[in-house]
């Protein structure tokens, strides 16, 4: 009995001191954060480029990037301005970089293009010539853009803070294999692209609060 007694003591005294390190561990690493916030953002920066790297390849695309929505200062009525900025963008080799100048675009100039990615959750285009929002058409078509595929990033509690997307350059994205679909090269975004979109941007959510 005394033996038992003996044995269940160490265990308990083993276990409190596993759960002592991993409190101290997990304070220390908290600690960190609040301490060093560059390293930290620096840290957060990586897993978002090595996602937007997985999207971009297995999309096919030539470019990939997150746009996050922000204020921007107030109008004269103290109405908050709501814009959207390019914050992480990759390219393939000889595609543009387009980060630097998608800076603060006003929401209300695209209302379209905002309305339909939100309700429809996708603002996914294989010709953008059928894209209706014509502000939004010249911002695409100055980027060079054949095919565009959008999807928002929303927190747990559902609410959107950024786009994740992909553009096609150098062809259509029909001229590409789009990846997840049943039949390659079948000249459609179905739904398992954007099961797999969805899976992407939830995942860079977690960056991105």
Same mark, same amino acid.
């Given at each position: ?46 897993? &978002? ?39 992480? #963008? ?9 980060? #630097? ?102 995942? &860079? ?5």
């Amino acid at each position: 009995m005394d033996g038992l007694y003996i044995i269940c003591s160490a265990l308990i005294g083993a276990a409190a001191t596993i759960t002592s390190v991993i409190i101290s561990k997990n304070h220390k690493k908290n600690k960190a954060k609040l301490i060093n916030p560059i390293l930290t953002e620096t840290q957060n920066n990586e897993n &978002i480029y090595t996602a937007l790297e997985y999207v971009m390849t297995e999309m096919k695309a030539d470019r990939a990037y997150i746009l996050q929505f922000h204020n921007g200062g107030y109008y004269m009525s103290g109405r908050s301005q709501q814009k959207f900025s390019c914050t992480h #963008e990759i390219v393939e080799k000889g595609i543009s970089r387009e980060c #630097e100048l998608s800076k603060n675009h006003i929401v209300s100039n695209f209302h379209s293009y905002i309305n339909q990615l939100t309700v429809d959750e996708k603002f996914a285009y294989l010709d953008i010539k059928e894209v209706t929002d014509h502000s939004f058409k010249i911002l695409m078509e100055n980027k060079g853009i054949n095919s565009i595929y959008n999807i928002p990033i929303k927190t747990l509690n559902n609410t959107v803070i950024g786009i994740l997307g992909v553009d096609y350059i150098k062809n259509c994205a029909s001229k590409n294999s789009i990846g997840f679909c049943n039949i390659r090269q079948k000249e459609e975004f179905n739904e398992e692209t954007q099961l797999f979109m969805k899976r992407q941007a939830r995942i &860079i959510s977690g960056y991105l609060i």
